[in-house]
């Protein structure tokens, strides 16, 4: 059955930034301009942070809006073809959580895969693989 990714306890999340580089290294690149995760503070350490990342939508605005069908459903969440896109940047607006990041370097969004790497790296619990059922 296939699995996406889920934040199982955000209030575990200190910032440290290891599930967004364990994600860019899936390109086999340091740092964090590939990254399909983005950690972001709700007001520092007293408040909390939110963790960023594709929910896995079962009608994804992302899909929608790609001019030229850059973005495919996949089992789970998408797939965006890198040889289509034009980097317009239409799936980016469409997100409504926000959630396609951008490779600035290469004009191209960034969506998770849902590949669980990050959750593998998260010392602290905060992500999560859950099962999918589309039955």
Request: net charge neutral; charged share 25%; hydrophobic share 40%.
């Amino acid at each position: 059955m296939p699995k996406r990714l889920v934040v199982v306890d955000i209030e575990r999340c200190v910032d440290c930034l290891l599930c967004a580089f364990a994600c860019a290294r899936r390109f086999g690149e340091g740092g964090l301009a590939r990254s399909a995760i983005a950690v972001r503070s709700l007001g520092g350490v007293e408040r909390g942070f939110t963790v960023v990342v594709c929910r896995a939508c079962e009608d994804p605005p992302c899909l929608h809006a790609c001019p030229v069908g850059a973005i495919e459903k996949a089992p789970v969440g998408v797939r965006v073809s890198l040889e289509r896109c034009i980097g317009c940047g239409k799936c980016r607006q469409a997100c409504i959580i926000g959630a396609v990041q951008w490779d600035e370097e290469n004009n191209k969004p960034v969506i998770c895969v849902h590949c669980g790497l990050c959750a593998r790296f998260c010392p602290h619990g905060v992500l999560g693989l859950e099962e999918v059922d589309h039955g």
